[in-house]
């Protein structure tokens, strides 16, 4: 099973490029996210979306956009990178209908910006 | 909103001694609350959750935790661990009417030492 599949899992950016980070799940699931991890911080989040077409932000959405085309797709963009936004991101899905979901997360992204 | 606090950042413990990993949360609202687990370079794995019902909760590899309503906790302890059980641990939490926003806490690296 394939479960959420991001990629790419490294990539080195200079400052002021942009890039997009893919995100997939194959389960169907209505509820998809991004959270960064930082050390001693713990996970936070990013954006989220509950459908095709409808997205909030997080705790630390500034400078990064999302769109949600198809249930299936999530990708995360930053248009121009900063130092600040080195980290590793993770993407994750649930099944939004039911309280007490499990997350599942992809495997992580990490980005260092130069 | 919800926050979640993990007290201790790094825990080491020698192999088969019993471990406790403490985790204290803060809402207005009642709470879902799970145990993850991340290794190296992974991911993170939902290790347990408690949704209602009893308040001791058992999850994979031998971890089970236990909610405390008046102590605002939900502590996760393992009688005799291994070194496969070194990683790092995140509690966190979600309220019963935003369940799909889970807020995690910073942390605790586990270190199991033979």
């Known amino acids: 099973n394939a479960g959420v599949t991001q990629t790419p899992k490294f990539q080195v950016l200079k400052t002021g490029q942009s890039m997009t980070l893919q995100c997939a799940q194959d389960m169907n699931h209505e509820y998809m996210s991004w959270y960064r991890q930082d050390p001693g911080m713990g996970l936070r989040l990013i954006h989220y979306?509950?459908?095709?077409?409808?997205?909030d932000q997080g705790e630390v959405p500034n400078g990064y956009n999302v769109s949600r085309s198809t249930t299936e797709d999530f990708p995360l963009r930053l248009l121009s990178a900063a130092p600040s936004q080195t980290s590793v991101y993770f993407c994750?899905?649930?099944?939004?209908?039911?309280?007490?979901?499990?997350?599942?997360f992809g495997e992580g992204s990490w980005l260092t910006v130069v | 909103a919800q926050s979640v606090t993990q007290l201790d950042s790094q825990v080491p413990v020698f192999e088969e001694a019993p471990v406790e990993l403490r985790c204290n949360y803060s809402?207005?609202?009642?709470?879902?609350l799970f145990w993850y687990v991340q290794y190296p370079n992974q991911g993170l794995q939902l290790l347990l959750k408690?949704?209602?019902?009893?308040?001791l909760v058992k999850g994979i590899n031998g971890f089970e935790a236990e909610f405390n309503k008046s102590q605002t906790s939900f502590h996760l302890r393992k009688p005799s661990v291994h070194i496969s059980d070194t990683a790092e641990y995140f509690c966190?939490?979600?309220?019963?009417?935003?369940?799909?926003?889970?807020?995690f806490g910073s942390g605790t690296k586990l270190n199991v030492k033979p």
């Open positions: 994750a899905s649930s099944y939004s209908r039911a309280s007490g979901n499990t997350i599942y």
């Open positions: 966190a939490v979600s309220a019963w009417d935003n369940f799909n926003k889970f807020y």
């Open positions: 809402s207005s609202v009642s709470v879902y």
């Open positions: 979306s509950v459908g095709a077409g409808i997205t």
């Open positions: 408690y949704l209602s019902g009893s308040t």
